[in-house]
């Protein structure tokens, strides 16, 4: 079992930059994937970004490469996403998972575990 807490939303304009940080409870932190999903109103929820267990491996949805980077502390029992050069379009609710899966398995949401979310816009 995995909580997550999710922090670090807001409002900013574009080209701004926002770091996400997702705290999670539980003694087998490190053992799982951790990610970011998002979904905007009106829209399924998306993959954004996951990294594996120790964060050597790490990969990200074509909108955001180059922008958005993912990291893990497993000391700290938390993950990070770095968003920068931030487009209106990333307006979203942003949400941290943690799943066993990895790749296609995780990027579906299957079984995986998920925060409450926090609200990032992005003004134009």
């Known amino acids: 079992q995995v909580q997550l807490v999710e922090s670090g939303g807001g409002l900013v304009q574009a080209g701004g930059s926002l770091r996400l940080s997702c705290a999670a409870s539980?003694?087998?932190?490190?053992?799982?994937?951790m990610g970011w999903f998002r979904q905007a109103p009106g829209k399924e929820r998306e993959f954004v970004a996951a990294t594996s267990w120790r964060g050597a491996t790490t990969y990200y949805a074509e909108s955001v490469k180059g922008r958005f980077t993912i990291s893990r502390d497993n000391a700290k029992n938390t993950v990070y996403l770095q968003m920068n050069s931030l487009k209106p379009e990333d307006t979203a609710v942003y949400y941290c998972a943690a799943g066993t899966a990895w790749g296609p398995v995780f990027e579906r949401g299957i079984n995986n575990y998920w925060g409450q979310g926090t609200q990032v816009t992005v003004s134009s």
């Open positions: 539980g003694r087998t932190f490190s053992s799982y994937t």
